[in-house]
C-alpha cells in the first residue's frame, strides 16, 4: 500500500484550463493500492483561489469526506500556508512512509521544509511532474514549461534535497495523448456514472486543444507521475546528474551533466514502455471511483 499526499493545481472543468490533475486525482482515488492521505492545492494552473475552490467543488460532486483538504500559499512570495503546515505534520508523525506526488509549483514543499528542515529527508519518495531538458514542442508550437518555473527557488530545493526524487518531465508524457481512441472509449460505455463525469468535464479542454495545437485530443501529463507510483515497471530508470540553479528553473530546464562532480541526482524516466497497458491501468482505476447519489 501507498501512502500518498497529492499536491495539486486542480482546474479540471475550468475554462480553457488543464484537466490533467484532476484526472490524476480520480486515478489516484481508483487505485485499491494507494491510501490518499490527503490532498494540497498549489497554484500554477491558475490562482490559489481558483485552484482551490475548483477542487473543494470536485470534492463535493465526488462525495468526497474522508480526505483532508488544505489551502496552499499565494506565490512564491509567502509560502506559509495550511498545506505546508499540514505537509509537515503527517510527514514528522510518519517517517519514511509517505510518497508526495506533486504536480503544480512546489512552493508548499518548500513551506514545509522552512517549517521542518527534515521535512525532505523524513519523505519516502517526492514524484514530480515538471521540467524539461530540450524545448517542448508539439506539432510545431515550442510550449513553456510550467511547474518548476513557478516557483524556482522551490523547485531547485526539492530537486536538490535528500530525497529520492523522481521527474516525469513534459518530454515522456507527450506519450501519454488522450486521443481519438481514449474519448471514444469513454463515449462508447453509458454505464459508468464516473465516465459521463470525466467527458462532461473534459469535452471543452479536448476542443480547446484541437484548436490550439490542432491534435485530437489532450496530453495526460500528471497522470503520467501517478502511474509511476503504482507502476514503476512500466518506466525506465534514469538516474542523471543535474546541476540546474533556480536561474535555470526559471524556465523549467533540467541541465544534466553526467560527468559533473557537483550535482544532484534525479531519477528522470525517458519512456513508458507499454502506453497501452498504460491507458487500461487509467481506465480501470477510474472505472473504481464511484460518485454519490
Known amino acids: 500500500m501507498h501512502k500518498v499526499i497529492f499536491d495539486c493545481d486542480n482546474t479540471m472543468g475550468v475554462k480553457n484550463k488543464d484537466v490533467d490533475d484532476g484526472l490524476t486525482l480520480l486515478y489516484l482515488l481508483g487505485r485499491r493500492d494507494i491510501d490518499l492521505l490527503g490532498v494540497t492545492t498549489t497554484f500554477g494552473n491558475s490562482t490559489i483561489d481558483v485552484v482551490h475552490n475548483n477542487t473543494c467543488e470536485m470534492f463535493d460532486k465526488l462525495g468526497i469526506k474522508n480526505i483532508p483538504l488544505y489551502k496552499g500559499a499565494p506565490s512564491k512570495m509567502d509560502r506559509k500556508s495550511a498545506a505546508a503546515e499540514y505537509l509537515a505534520e503527517m510527514v514528522q508523525k510518519s517517517p519514511g512512509e509517505i510518497t ?30 515538471g521540467g524539461i531538458t530540450e524545448p517542448l514542442i508539439i506539432n510545431g508550437k515550442n510550449l513553456d514549461e510550467l511547474n518548476f518555473s513557478c516557483d524556482p527557488e522551490a523547485s531547485y530545493k526539492v530537486l536538490s534535497s535528500d530525497s529520492k526524487v523522481t521527474v516525469l518531465t513534459g518530454h515522456i508524457c507527450l506519450q501519454a495523448l488522450f486521443g481519438e481512441n481514449e474519448y471514444k472509449r469513454l463515449m462508447e460505455n453509458n454505464s459508468m456514472k464516473i465516465y459521463e463525469y470525466i467527458k462532461e ?9 484541437m484548436k490550439e495545437f490542432g491534435i485530437k485530443g489532450f496530453y495526460n501529463w500528471d497522470i503520467v507521475a501517478a502511474v509511476y507510483i503504482t507502476h514503476p515497471e512500466l518506466f525506465d530508470e534514469n538516474f542523471r546528474k543535474v546541476v540546474s540553479t533556480p536561474e535555470d528553473l526559471k524556465t523549467g530546464y533540467l ?6 562532480s557537483d550535482y544532484y541526482a ?28
Open 266 to 293: 534525479v531519477n528522470i524516466p525517458t519512456k513508458i514502455k507499454d502506453v497501452d497497458k498504460f491507458n487500461d491501468i487509467i481506465f480501470d482505476a477510474w472505472g473504481n471511483v464511484k460518485l454519490p447519489r
Open 100 to 129: 508526495l506526488l506533486a504536480t503544480g509549483s512546489l512552493t508548499n514543499l518548500l513551506g514545509a521544509y522552512e517549517l521542518d528542515n527534515t521535512f525532505f529527508r523524513n519523505l519516502n519518495e517526492i514524484v514530480l511532474m
Open 255 to 260: 541541465k544534466i551533466d553526467d560527468s559533473a
Open 201 to 209: 468535464k473534459t469535452i471543452d479542454w479536448f476542443e480547446f486543444v
